[in-house]
């Protein structure tokens, strides 16, 4: 067993290769020997693999100075930004919705630019509207609406499209049955508050006046768009249907094709196959 | 040879891709590093220095130290990859390892043969011979990689007085078990073994 000869200088003069051989002990000497011998030059087979190593020192800087570092901060930047503006429509969506739960309305653009049978609830908005709407129109000879707003302008053009139309028709069917079955006033003029009132079934009933025709009989001559399963007129039945543009009064009146009586009874007694569609008990009359 | 002072700026044309500045690192550390995984006793040195290079060639734009921090990171990265291999190697299959040690101990196998270990290789071996493996990696990082015991302390992460313990218990065992070769090859072969 060796004493302790050597101190914590001797171990870092060693370990560093500082040592004086001569001023060791005699048990240390050969460990300074082999350290010194432990750091010998290299040999040219330690450096074999320097053209391995330099090959991939140009490719790496290469590729690092084409841009891998920054593809990393773009694609860091591309994924903060997508998390925030999905952020940001999840709110948009949840604050409107709500808002839109709460008071019922869609945004005016929204209702100005979609099909009005969206907002069929009456509200004081469309009740003015509606008012306004009774008072100003004016059928003129020619058939056109006179006095009508731009925003009437804007519905009634968006109606000429076939789907927009289809449904509306669909809705005041639907609307028509409800108030009749109901007991509610079931008259087409309807009153203040009534959903046969509201303002996308004035509009239609504007429009059907521009044609010269009560809102049944023109609802009878809108087809189904295409697109559906079907394409026949809202009017016609399942079998005994006309073409689209087949006049509604088959059998005199009140007895069109599909078409309940105007006075609204049997809504829940037709036979099956037969359409819902209201029917106006005057041909000239006024639709609204 | 880059000595410490011109580190910094060697480091720094490298990072820029001059390639002689690169070939002045690889030359200044490649022996020593090849060194120290044979004095590990790792299965495949060449293999470990060679990953090593390549971890550190593709990583050297993101550098930043100087000289000494860029000889840890080098050791550092050859550390991580001996544990690499030795997770490899317990996990790779019996039949695999009995193969390569029978082939590996083969007469014509140069890497076995006394005359292919170069001085400097045969220096590290007998120095760390006699020592534990955690010994062995303490000694070799102050004798090749030139680190204090504070930055060994900081490599292999214990604590500086810790190091310091480890490597005078490492100095004692070699100081017992290493002989003392005065005895030359001379004067073994004049004295023939008989039966």
Redesign the interface.
Known sequence: ??E???S?EI??A????DSNVEALP??????S???S???????M???A??D???S???S??AT??LGE?PERKRSMISKFLSAKVALAGLAIALTGGTAAALTGVLPVSFNKSTNPSVSLAPTSHQNSTNSQVGSDTKVTDGGSVAGHSPSSTALNQGLASGKSLYGLCNAYSHVFATTTTTGASGSQSGTSGTPLTANAFVELGTLAKSKGDTIGQLCATVTQPSGTSSNRPLGAGNSSGTSGNASPGVSGQNSQVGFPPASGKGMGQNAPGKSLMPSNPSRSGSAS | MADQLDLVSIIQRAKSGDEAAMEDIFRHFAPQLLRYLKGRRVIDPEDIASETWLSVVSSLSKFQGDGSDFRAWIFSTARRRIIDSARRASVRPKLEQSTKAESATQPNDPSFSPGARSEADQAVADLVECLTDQQRDVVLLRVLGGFSALEVAKIIGRSEGAVRVIQHRAMKKMAENIPDKNVTFDDITAFPITK
């Open positions: 067993m060796i302790e000869p050597f914590e171990i870092e060693l370990l560093g290769g005699p048990e240390l000497r050969r460990i020997q082999l350290v011998a432990a750091n010998a030059p290299a040999a087979t330690e450096l693999m320097e391995t190593v330099m991939a020192f140009r790496a800087w690092s100075d570092i």
